[in-house]
Structures are given as C-alpha cells and as structure tokens.
C-alpha cells in the first residue's frame, strides 16, 4: 500500500516492520517524531528517557537481552551518548541494535553543524544513510539484519530535509524477530583485560564489513550517458539527479565503510568524478585514502550549511539561478518569536530590567537572547546554563543566573546544579517549568507526569528534589506575575549559596492551557501616548496598526505583560474596559 | 507527466504545512510521485514558513530550483514576495490580501504596502485572494489556507472527487463542513 510519510515516519515504520520491540531516544529536531510514530505501534515499547546517554545505555542492555532495539536523537544527542557509542562495538550486539543519529544542516534548530558521519569511523561501526523516505523503510530494515549478521550496532544517520520530507512509501507488513536469548559471557562485556582480546577482533569485523560493502545493493550505481560521473549519498543524491539527470551516479547507501575497490573501478571510468556530499568531505576523503585523486568536491561543494537543488547546479555545471528581491523592494525579517502568552516572557523580561549576566540552554527561552527580550547573554548545550554560570562566578562576575527549562534541567542540568551546591558556588539558577518539553513539540518528560505511551507516572517534585540535593534557596513563582519574579531572583541573588527560582505556567499552547479560558486585554486608544514601550513585549498578538498599538483578540492570552510595560494604563481586560464605559 | 512545482509560503500558523500536505495527499491519489517538504526554523509560531510540493511521473529533489516553481501560494504578502523569485517567468503567484506585521525591533522599515504591485511588475501572473476575510466570515481565521488551496485547485490538474475525498479523510470532522466552505469558496475567487 501507498502513503504519505515523511522520512522519519518511513525510518519507525521501517523498524515496526523489522520486528522492534524496544525504543527509547530524548527528543531533539530533526529526529523527535521517529520514537513518536514508533510509539504508535503497540507491539513497541517505547519511551523517552531522560537523556541520549541513558538512552542508548538502556538500549545497549535490551538488545543484549535479546530485542530488536531501536535508540533515535539528533546529531548532539549523540555527543551526549558519545561514551556508550564507542564502548558497546567492543562488546558487539546480540539482537539487531540500530542508532538513528539525525543531522541538522544549515542549523535549523541546532546551535552547531556537525557531520556525525565521523562518529562511525571512530566507533568502527557501519553507517547507513538513505536518500529518500521510500528507500529510508527498506534500509532501516536492512540494518537490523546487518547488525544480527555482523553482531554490530548499525548507525543510520539522516539530515533535516531527509527526515522532514514526505514521499511516496510502500509499506509492508510486521515480521516478528524471535527474542535471542543472552549468554553470560563476561569475556565479552568486561574491563579492560578482556577488551584487549576484543581490539583485534573489532578490526576483523570492520574488514568483514569492508569486504560486504563491496556487495552491498544499497551502493549502487545509475548507469547514464555522456562522460560526466559523479558519487553522491543522501539528500544531495536527489540534487544530482535533478541538475543531470542522464550522468552516470555512484550512489552511496552505505557512507562507512566505503567500497574501495567499487569506487576505483568507478572512478577509473572517468577523467573527473564529481563528489557531491553535504557537510564535510567525509566521502572524499575517505576516497583520497583510496588513492582516488581524480575528484572534485569540497572546492565546488560548499560544507557550509544545507546544500540545495541550485547549489548543486551550481557546482556541477556552474548553472546560475536567480536571487531574491531584497535589493529592489523590502523584504523584512520575519524571526520567530515567543509565542502569545509564553510564560518564559516575565522572566526573560525582568532578567533584561535587572541588567544581571545570564547564561542559556536550550529551549524556546533561547530566543531570549534576541531583541526585543535581549536577556540572555551565552547559549551552548544541554544543560550548559548552571555550569557555565558557575564558571562566570568563578571568574570574579557577581551576580550571574543561569536559566534552563525543566526538560533540560533534568537532561543534564541537574549534576551541575549538585556541583554548584557541593562548590558552594553563589549563583540563582531559574528553572523555567512549563511542565513540557516546548521547542520540539510538547514531549513528556519524567516531570510531566506522562510517558510517551500516554501513560501516567510519577512527576519529579523539583522543590523537594533541589532541596534534597542540599540547595537552602529555593522559591516558586508564577512567571505571569511580574512583581514577585523580579522579588524572587533579587532575593536568589543576594543569597550567599546557591539558589534555585521556580517559575512555574505551564505552556500556553498545551491543549488542556489552551482549552482554559481567557481574557483578553485591548488598547485604549484614547489613553495610549503611542510610546511603544507594549512592542517590547514582542508579543505576535499586539501589532502596530496606523499610529497605535492593536491586541489580536483572538490571539491575546491574557497574560498582560504588555499591560505591565503600559506607563499609562491603556491597556486592560476586555470585560473591564466595557465596565468602565457604563 | 512533468513535474509540477508549487510552493507554499506564509507565517507560523497559518496552516502553511496543513496546506501542502493536502495538495501532497490530493497529488498521491491522483496517481503521481509526490514530495513535499516544510522548511521552518526553531520556534512553533511567528517565524516564516515555507514548504515545497512537487508531483509528476517522477520527483527527485524535495526543493524546486529558484525559477522554476509554476505555483506560489501565499499566506501573507510579505511572504509572497520574500520567496517571488522562486517563480519562473510568468508563474502563478496566488496571494492572500493579508498582512502580519514582523515584530518592529527587527527592522524599523514600513511594512511594504506594495506588494502586490511588485510582483505585477515583475511580470508574473499574481491573482488576490482576501482569504482570511473569508474565512473569518465562514466562522474561523485558520481555515483561509483551505481558502487559498481552493484557489490553487481550480488551476491545478487534479479531479474534484480526488479533492473532496483528501479533505474528508484528512480534516477532523468537526471541522471538515468548516473546510469543505472554505475550499468551495477558493475555488470560486480562483477561476
């Protein structure tokens, strides 16, 4: 049967196929919705886990324990599960064990370009990567059997635009693998005498999979006309084909370990061979290792950003394509911003008054760093904020906050906070609580009170936990109350130790938030003085219109940050403004 | 049949991906290849939105090359004219007379009133549609993407039938008599 699907929905149906029975991943962008789709299936069990690392370690005991296991994040999430990754090929897999690693281009929602194709090389482990969603189904199940064939965990990496487009899928029915059963083994498992005997035989393995890419059909080649040959994988495969559809392409499905001989013989055929990949030049150098010379690639195909349809032309045939109108006209900006209502807005807003030095994580909060919110001053990684403000304090900065929402404050916010309190390290940490992981889409986590499976569970209670961790400081607000958040973070901050502010709304656009009522604010047009302090907001529900500022009342959620910025009083509630005219 | 290319532009929520997923689903049923895909940045709303569709015998790229796309369908005018130059000479821009002001810290320039008259000028075949009006009078603001893909239909080579049975399985039923106006209603403006 034929469907709709995008790549990441082709990548869980292709893994519900192949019979798995354990998933676990954290949600990143581009990869969140494959353990969302898996989650659908009852005969898998899926669930987030707290992090990437704890993911793939409990990945890593399931399929030694016999299922087909299935551990999903984005490039940086596996930074994060980096140390089991480069462990467990030592010990190899029992039952089909496949990590989908999803790179993000172009850094859509990433704060780095990474091209994880690396990671492969140096865990020794083979790494698939599909072209399209139709070929994603098939090659995910290609790559369980690789991995119970090869007793090796299988990498499978996407990119942005592979596993947000839809296609065309064919999609098959589900073949139960049979649970294999774990030999206690120690030899294979355990400290470093007997990963001495397994170094060698991890070498054996990569050339026993080196001699299978030789035969492998996913390395296939398209047979064209004329003399212009080209090697290619992934997404940039499609580009290839648009911009020449009749050249002769090597088209890459398995990235690491390459085919040598293949590609010499390929490559023999032509006077230049085009090698057309994204990122880095994985590939090309891997076929300069080869003795392969006669290429051209990173000098024509940049490694910066997200290659595209033009990009490719460009470099393959010096084609040009037009560019936008903003010389002739005016294009404005449009950047995201907080949505109407978001609780993060009070806070980041107060951090911006105070003037204090705040260092980010991520989330949507991270926008905070952008006019007109102008709050947050450094943003790294997962759970960097407490560490980072640690550092600053060390430093000799007085007065610093560190500022990480709940979902990532239990990813890996929380070992710095407990070294924060063991330093005695005077910083006010906020935790932001919407009750939500929000910039990838509403996922549970263990604070929600909710699996995946839509199961309840126990909630973290972050006041008792922070307190048992030994932080004395610790107060809950509501972000929407602006007067007792500016309180509570003077309050953290002029505390000798640690202390942690609790500012708790949950986001505004969970269904059962949305579904509350609200009431929402307008502007008096006979009391504003046109000031535009309100804009400060940026706030998507207030927009200038004429000389004055109007409230979208359909989008307004009541939440009156912009009523607070009002030196006059010109804005208020709906219902109250109609009071005051009777 | 050749590819077509159309593609969909507009400002977080205003249903940019809803729409192209209709015309994805409409394209499949009617017996093509299909790829469809939404570019968007970090946040879940405010940002711009765009998301290509491509159909025909046999669709390679998820992206049309600039200059190459025979259909803009946009949400809002400042976004049909940030992505105009992906239309070939003489395309189709359908746009909705709507506009959304960007936050004004962003770039202190007026919001460009002449939109319309530019991408005329540019010589491409631009037809207005005051989408969201008519969706705000058939009882919601969010369905004037059905609105705007009705408009879409009437040029495109796909069966009636096809469409009234991709919405009905696509839109939840509550709001499926909301859509089905909508889309009659852009159908009409489109001829």
């Known amino acids: 049967m034929k469907r709709l699907m995008s790549g990441n929905e082709a990548i869980a149906r292709g893994a519900w196929e192949s019979g798995v029975l354990f998933a676990a991943g954290y949600p990143g962008t581009p990869s969140t919705e494959v353990l969302e789709v898996l989650s659908t299936y009852d005969e898998v069990d899926a669930q987030w886990s707290t992090n990437e690392k704890v993911a793939f370690d409990e990945c890593v ?70 072209t399209d969603a139709r070929e994603a189904r098939e090659m995910v199940k290609i790559a369980f059997e690789l991995s119970e064939q090869f007793e090796t965990p299988v990498m499978f990496r996407t990119t942005t635009r592979l596993s947000h487009t839809r296609g065309v899928v064919e999609v098959g029915d589900r073949t139960e693998a049979s649970r294999r059963p774990f030999s206690r083994k120690v030899s294979q498992y355990a400290i470093p005498v007997y990963a001495r005997f ?39 495969y499609q580009y290839v084909k648009e911009a020449l559809p009749s050249a002769t392409v090597f088209k890459l499905g398995m990235i690491y370990p390459l085919p040598k001989k293949r590609l010499q013989e ?104 952008l006019p007109p919110y102008k709050a947050i001053h450094t943003t790294f990684c997962m759970g960097a904020s407490i560490g980072n403000a640690t550092g600053f304090t060390k430093a000799g900065e007085a007065k610093v ?113 949305k579904a509350t009522e609200k009431v929402p604010y307008q502007v008096d047009d006979a009391v504003c003085i046109q000031c535009e302090d309100c804009m400060q907001t940026g706030c998507p529900a207030l927009v200038w219109e004429g000389d004055t500022p109007e409230i979208r009342e359909w989008d307004c959620a009541g939440c009156a940050m912009c009523a607070h910025l009002c030196p006059v009083d010109a804005i208020c509630q709906v219902e109250a403004s109609v009071d005051a005219s009777h | 049949m050749p590819v077509t290319n159309v593609l969909v532009a507009g400002v977080g929520g205003q249903g940019v991906v809803l729409a192209s997923e209709l015309l994805a689903l409409a394209a499949i049923a009617a017996g093509h290849d299909v790829k469809q895909g939404e570019f968007h940045g970090v946040a879940q709303r405010g940002g711009a939105v765009f998301s290509h569709v491509r159909f025909g015998d046999r669709v390679y790229s998820p992206m049309t090359p600039r200059g190459q796309v025979e259909f803009l369908l946009a949400m809002e005018k400042l976004e049909a004219l940030r992505y105009g130059h992906f239309v070939k000479p003489g395309g189709t821009i359908l746009v909705n007379e709507h506009e959304v002001e960007p936050i004004r810290t962003a770039d202190e320039r007026p919001y460009p009133k002449d939109a ?9 075949d631009v037809g207005t549609i005051k989408a969201t009006d008519i969706a705000v009078e058939l009882g919601n603001h969010r369905a004037a ?40 209603e852009g159908r009409q403006r489109g001829q």
Not at chain 1, 460 to 479: F, M, Q, R, S, W
Request: charged share 20%; glycine share 10%.
């Open chain 1, 61 to 130: 005991g399931a399929a030694l324990g016999g299922a087909r296991t299935m551990v999903t994040m984005k490039h940086v999430g596996l930074n994060v599960a980096a140390d089991p990754f480069m462990v467990f090929p030592y010990a190899g897999t029992n039952a089909g064990f496949v990590a989908l690693v999803a790179d993000d281009p172009g850094m859509y929602s990433s704060q780095n370009e990474q091209d994880s194709r690396y990671f492969a090389k140096i865990a020794k482990v083979p790494l698939l990567e599909p």
């Open chain 1, 198 to 236: 397994r170094r060698p035989e991890l070498e054996d393995k990569l050339n026993r999979l080196r001699e299978f890419a030789e035969e492998f059909e996913g390395n296939i080649v398209d047979e064209g006309q004329g003399d212009v040959g080209v090697v290619s994988h992934g997404i940039p």
């Open chain 1, 266 to 369: 390929f490559c023999e055929r032509f006077e230049q061979v085009f090698v057309v990949e994204e990122s880095e030049g994985f590939i090309e150098q891997e076929m300069a290792s080869f003795g392969i010379l006669n290429v051209i690639g990173k000098e024509r195909f940049t490694n910066i950003g997200e290659l595209s349809p033009d990009l490719v032309a460009q470099g393959l045939n010096g084609a040009s394509t037009p560019t936008d109108f903003a010389s002739e006209t005016t294009i404005l900006p449009r950047p995201p911003v907080l949505c109407p209502g978001c609780s993060h807005r009070g806070v980041l807003s107060t951090l911006n008054e105070m003037g204090v030095l705040v260092t980010g994580d991520i989330g949507c909060y991270t926008l905070g760093c």
């Open chain 1, 401 to 513: 906050v560190g500022l990480i929402g709940d979902s990532t404050f239990l990813h890996s916010g929380l070992p710095s906070l407990i070294s924060a309190v063991y330093n005695q390290v005077p910083t006010t940490t906020i935790l932001l609580d919407n009750g939500t992981t929000g910039m990838t889409g509403h996922q549970q986590h263990p604070g929600t009170g909710s699996t995946l499976k839509h199961r309840p569970a126990p909630a973290v209670n972050y006041e008792a936990l922070i307190k048992a961790i030994g932080v004395e400081h610790v107060e809950v607000i509501d972000p929407w109350d602006i007067e007792a958040t500016e309180r509570a973070i003077k309050s953290g901050l002029e505390h000798p130790g640690p202390a942690v502010v609790i500012a708790r709304r949950a986001c505004r656009l969970l269904p059962e938030v």
């Open chain 2, 116 to 124: 319309v008259d530019f991408l005329n000028s540019k010589g491409f």
């Open chain 2, 145 to 184: 993407n059905t609105v705007m893909l009705g408009a879409l239909a009437e040029r495109l080579d796909i069966p009636h039938e096809v469409w009234d049975k991709t919405l009905e399985e696509r839109i939840p039923e509550r709001l499926l008599e909301l859509n089905r106006k909508a889309f009659r």
